[in-house]
């Protein structure tokens, strides 16, 4: 045997010596349960905020592909590049501020709102970025990356200002 691996037999005997001994001392024991239900006294509100994004982004999707004249998952399916580039995005920007209104909300109804302001923005900067190219959904649809790189980092952009004005 090496002294590279009597080296590591040694570390991990030590290690699992201390974990042991540390193991059976009651104290210990009852500090660490008390940790960890501490730890897991949060996990109703993470679930409930995280339930909220769930939802708030599932109707977000929906919003957004219904104002959008291209059908993304469709072109996705298809193989699309740009179709998935401006939707991930766009998600991502969304998320963005999402995330922030999770982070910074005085309760579920808080977060709530503030998604919905999100949501709003989105819609803004798809609007916004179709007025010097008018023919965004059509260029994204037949492909071209350029146009669904432009809409997806605006979508960014727009959730990045956004999340950032909800830090007040």
């Keep these: 045997m090496d002294s590279r691996n ?17 193991a059976a ?24 905020y995280f339930c909220v994004s769930l939802v708030v982004v599932v109707g977000y999707l929906y919003v957004y592909m219904r104002i959008t004249p291209h059908e993304e998952f469709e072109l996705i399916r298809a193989n699309v590049p740009g179709a998935a580039i401006s ?20 309760n579920l109804i808080d977060c709530i709102i503030w998604s919905i302001i999100a949501l709003i923005v989105q ?11 008018p023919d965004l959904s059509k260029r994204i649809a037949s492909g071209e990356v350029a146009a669904a790189i432009w809409l997806g980092l605006a979508s960014i952009t727009g959730g990045l200002l956004s999340a950032a004005c909800m830090t007040w």
Excluded at 17 to 22: D, I, M, P, Y
Excluded at 89 to 96: A, R, T
């Design 87 to 106: 939707l991930g995005s766009s998600l991502i920007g969304f998320s963005i501020p999402v995330a922030s209104a999770v982070a910074h909300a005085a």
């Design 123 to 133: 819609l803004v900067v798809y609007y916004l970025v179709r007025i010097p190219i």
């Design 6 to 22: 009597r080296t590591s037999r040694a570390c991990l005997h030590s290690v699992a010596a201390v974990c042991a001994s540390l």
């Design 25 to 48: 001392t009651p104290a210990l024991a009852q500090d660490h349960a008390e940790a960890i239900a501490s730890s897991l006294s949060g996990l109703p509100a993470f679930l409930a």
